[in-house]
C-alpha cells in the first residue's frame, strides 16, 4: 500500500502502480491502433475469413505489447 | 492533456523530447537485446555480443527518431496553444496528425497523408484512453478508502486522484 497521502486524504499512487497502470493503458491503446492498422495491413495482403482474425489478433498482441512496455518506460523515467 | 500535470509551455518542448529520447533509448535497449540474442549464432558468448551490439547501434538511433517525434510534437502543440489560445484534445490529435506528415515530407504526398492519419488516429486513442482513464478514476476511488472496504460511501471528489497519469507523453 502507497503511504503517501495527497492532498485530498487519498493515497497517492505509487510507482509501480503507476508503471502498472501505464502498461495497461498503453496496452489498450496498442490493441485499439493494432485492431484499426492490422486490418488494413491483413486486407491487404489478402487475408480473408479465419485466417484474417488471426492476422489481426498477432498484430493487435504484437503493437499492445510494444506499446504498453513503452508506455510502461514513459511512466517511470517521471516519477 | 491537463495543464497542471505538464510544463508550460515553452520548455515543454525540452522536456517532450528528452523524456521521448529516454523512452526510446530504454524501450529500444529493450527490444534490441532480446532480438539480438535471437538472431545471434549459437553459443552464449556470440548472443551476450550480438545483444550488446544491437543494442549499441540501434537503440540510440530508436532514442534519436522518437526525439524527433516529440521534440517537433510538442513545438506544435505549443503553437497551437498560442494561435488557438486553449489547451485541449484537439491540440494533441492535430499536432499529431501534423507532425506525422510533416515527418513523411520527403516521401511524397501520398506517404504524408497515410503517415498523417496514422499519427492523428494514435493520438486520438492516446487522448481518449487518457479521458476514460480519468472519468472512470474519478468515478472509483473515494476519499477515505484507504481505511475501509470501496463501497457506497461520501461523493467522490470533482478533481481526480489519477490525474497525474496523463504525464506520459
Known sequence: ?79 | MEEYAREPCPWRIVDDCGGAFTMGAIGGGIFQAVKGFRNAPSGMSHRMRGSMTAIKTRAPQLGGSFAVWGGLFSMIDCGLVKVRGKEDPWNSITSGAMTGAILAARNGPVAMVGSAAMGGILLALIEGAGILLTRFASSQFQPGSQFEEPGPGPAPIPTSPFGDYRQYQ
Open chain 1, 1 to 79: 500500500m502507497p503511504v503517501a497521502v495527497g492532498p485530498y486524504g487519498q493515497t497517492q499512487p505509487s510507482c509501480f502502480d503507476r508503471v502498472k497502470m501505464g502498461f495497461m493503458m498503453g496496452f489498450a491503446v496498442g490493441m485499439a491502433a493494432g485492431a484499426m492498422f492490422g486490418t488494413f495491413s491483413c486486407l491487404r495482403i489478402g487475408m480473408r475469413g479465419r485466417e484474417l482474425m488471426g492476422g489481426v489478433g498477432k498484430t493487435m498482441m504484437q503493437s499492445g505489447g510494444t506499446f504498453g512496455t513503452f508506455m510502461a518506460i514513459g511512466m517511470g523515467i517521471r516519477c
